[in-house]
């Protein structure tokens, strides 16, 4: 008996990032029935991501329990960082990854206290890879500091079009710079017309009081909802 | 660059189609990719193209279709393609719009050669 060789079209129609996909939408249900809201931030290397949590962190203090999951190339820098303000935060090195993936996540996730309120992931800074991963988020955040120029929103359009914040950072750097508000906001709202933007500085404190009030008001729908 | 990954990922379930269909070779995968899916075409072929090397895909050919971003107006049920990523509908300027097609990333298909026993 020979073999006879056959060709066979096969139909698959699956989603590339289907399994992250998966994996992302179970940490959000096992994040949910604990009452945890999950921000994801965005930004290039820089923006200040870790700088805005370090200020969330000294803010949130009082009145909510926080713990943050760093993703970085390498070192433990960010989550030493973190620490230091008093919270208790995971370091991921990704060894050359450009982004974190929801499987990341989940291998850290059961080391997180329950009982906390607000769990913040800083993704890899970078405007483009990340930015394709769902990774069991509630709220995605993107950072566009002031020097990196208000042409950002439009270069880099998915890291827009998919976050639910944009937070500009930096805004005590204004008045040395050629950056225009207005025209970041505009060219950010025709990408994400549903976008809401926050102008900041870790600096000075502007901007923060309401960018907090807004990831309160957020848990508080949350907590409303899985009640 | 996440090209690589997603490959990678890609190549998983190649291998798990090919073994459920008992083929020894793999000739063609065709994926649809969408504008705003995030990845790159050209980086999507180097990735597989590196990938493919001493597998049952080495001599398959990459087929890409590159999905234009569709939307759908709520408010006044227009369908416009987005060129230059201003998401507000082209006919009556509305805000509220339905992605119909565009940030997909999908394996669409592959060819197989399959080996089977020859009726004598």
């Known amino acids: ?227 | 660059m996440h090209e690589l990954s997603i490959v990678s990922s890609l190549f998983g379930t190649l291998l798990e189609k090919a073994r459920e269909h008992n083929a020894g070779k793999i000739t063609l995968v065709k994926l649809k990719v969408g504008k705003l899916s995030g990845v790159v075409p050209e980086l999507l072929e180097s990735a597989f193209d590196m990938y493919k090397k001493g597998t049952i895909a080495e001599n398959a050919c990459l087929e890409i279709e590159e999905v234009p971003l569709k939307i759908r107006c709520r408010a006044c049920g227009k369908e416009t393609e987005i060129t230059n990523y201003t998401f507000f509908c082209g006919s009556c300027g509305s805000p509220d719009l339905e992605i119909l097609q565009g940030t997909e990333l999908f394996l669409e298909k592959i060819e197989l050669e399959i080996d089977e026993p020859s009726s004598p």
């Open chain 1, 1 to 227: 008996m020979g073999l006879r060789m056959n060709k066979k079209e096969v139909i698959v129609l699956q989603d590339l990032l289907g399994t992250n996909k998966k994996i992302a939408a179970e940490i959000r249900g096992q994040l949910e029935r604990r009452g945890i809201l999950a921000v994801n931030l965005l930004s290039s290397p820089g923006a200040g991501k870790t700088a805005l949590l370090e200020q969330i962190a000294l803010r949130l203090k009082t009145r909510a329990k926080m713990a943050v999951i760093e993703g970085d190339i390498e070192t433990e820098l960010d989550a030493e960082r973190i620490r230091a303000k008093g919270v208790p935060a995971w370091q991921i090195t990704t060894g050359g990854a450009c982004h974190l993936e929801a499987k990341m996540i989940a291998k850290v996730l059961p080391g997180v206290d329950p009982d906390i309120d607000f769990l913040f992931i800083e993704n890899v800074g970078n405007l483009v890879c990340p930015a394709s991963y769902e990774l069991g988020e509630h709220l995605r955040c993107v950072l566009l500091s002031t020097p990196e120029g208000d042409d950002k929103p439009k270069k880099y359009p998915k890291a827009f079009t998919t976050s639910d914040l944009l937070v500009l950072t930096k805004a005590d750097l204004l008045p040395h710079l050629p950056f225009d508000v207005e025209k970041a906001k505009t060219e950010a709202l025709e990408l994400n017309p549903k976008l809401k933007i926050f102008v900041t500085s870790a600096v000075t404190g502007q901007g923060l009081d309401e960018l907090l009030d807004y990831f309160w008001a957020m848990h508080q729908e949350l907590q409303s909802c899985h009640a």
